[in-house]
């Protein structure tokens, strides 16, 4: 899907973005409320570019406009692979993007994230996860790794892992897995402005994916292993 | 270094999790929390049939730093490639929300990891996602986070966003620290790109050496384990605040590195341009030559005082 229509449906009050290169960034309305737009276009590989210009971007908002909500958008295949993303240390610009949007959550900026097109592990992680909440279009497409190169690494048939795949949310890619692990707090269908409208009323809480995905059913030992560390305050 | 030093040296690189868990900390102060004793193995290996741990790869617990209360999780190598799958990872997430109710000084992370587990790819993904934010509150607190690398398997994927996401990282030349991994690259583009089994090439780009001299590893030690503990014995009470202006710095800094080098095609030619002499023996100087070269062309990050 292209941003543009996902946005003609998120901001009926109107848009305005600017592309560079994979980067789109402005301010759209919703219900009257001015929110910042920030994301990537056309599965965008996040490399040290993309990811410097999204991090400039977080920080924009930051400085000129305190408190705006931040919608990101997210369509990414992952990090780039390249010599020369590593070679400059990709993994600090992406911690740089994952930082920014720790800082504008604290100054009092509500984050909140939609996968608009496809969302891919290191990509994924750095922009869509470090939103309070994430969201889905109904035909978005998530992923942490295809089964086909799950079975390549891992040597587990094919076969025995679509058969996991049919109760198991961990393996496979799919939005509806990633609803059930908490992961995306829900699939935005129907009026998109009420379902922005609606995430930026829900209270700014910290991290809750873990008891989402053991309500769920999607994944029930992250929130019990935590939980019972957490418990052990009195031994340390 | 004589031959008597070498023979002191009680190798990082080498050690199991709990043997660096306690060559780092004092002296019988270590006490583990959730212990294999407790027989938390992953589920999902279980269903696929692999072998588990009882610690599922991840040693965390409490101890003493020079005295001061500080908790500590290190991944075992061995297990996995210490990689993160749900149990893994929610230890390391329960004991940063940990630091925010038993009041110590610091988090020590010993990380030795490929990333995510991909035999539990999503769940493996969604738990680093978690240390992160569990690891922003420690930090909004005040609460210094140190990375250790210096181990067999690196310090790469999500877990190389991560660690970058810390106070600080304290590495040897034998870690690496990147989001893609060797075999990764090679992958995606092909040998031409990158060869995985050139070691020589692994180390000078991901490096120990490589990363300090960017200035994306704020210490470089030997590799030994009393060496991890006399940095880390210096950095945990010296929070680094996550602030609008830190924030600024380290945009201005990326956004220069990417001016100043983009073009490079490999470590040597940044070592070159950043005008150190005899940049084409870095990778076979010792630490101590090493330092002593290197000194006067390190980049300055504002935060951390010349000691």
Redo the contacts between chains.
Sequence with gaps: MNVEYALDKICPGGYQIKKDNLVISGHGVCKGQTFAIIGTIDHAAIGIEVAFDLAAAVLEVIQRFPQRPILLMVDTQGQRLTHRDELLANHAYLAHLAKCLELARCRGHRVVSLVYGEAVSGGFFATGMMAERAYALPNAQIRVMALQAMTRVTKISLEQLDELCKTSAIFGPGITNFVRLGIIEDIWQGDLENCLDRALRLPADYDNRAELGCERGGREWAAKVAFRIRMSAEKV | MNLADWRKRDSFYEASARRRILGLLDQNSF?E??GPAER?TS??LE??GFPVSFDDGVV?G?GLLNGK?V?IAAQESGFMGGAVG??H???I???L??AL??H?TAVLLVLDTGG?R?????????????I???A??AR?AGIPILVLIGGNNGCY??M??????CDYIIMSEEGR????GPE??ET??GVE??DSRDRALVWR??GGK??YL?G?ADRLVVDDIKAFREVAIELIQKPKP???ES??Q??QR??E??VA??E????LD?WKKIGIPEFDAIPLMDNDAFHSIVKPYLPREGTEEET
Excluded: W
Aim: with cysteine.
């Design positions: 006490q929390l959730l938390i589920p999902h269903q696929l965390i409490s209360k908790l749900e149990v990872g929610a230890k997430t329960g004991l929300q940990l109710i038993s110590v995510v991909l035999h539990e790819a999503n769940a493996g993904l969604v738990a680093i996602s978690e992160l934010h569990a922003f509150r909004e994927g999500g190389g966003i991560f660690a970058r996401c620290l990147s989001v893609a990764v690259i995606a583009g790109e990158f780009t991901m490589h990363r960017l994306e996550l602030t609008l924030i600024l380290e945009h990326l956004g590195r990417l080098y983009g490079c095609k490999d470590a940044i």
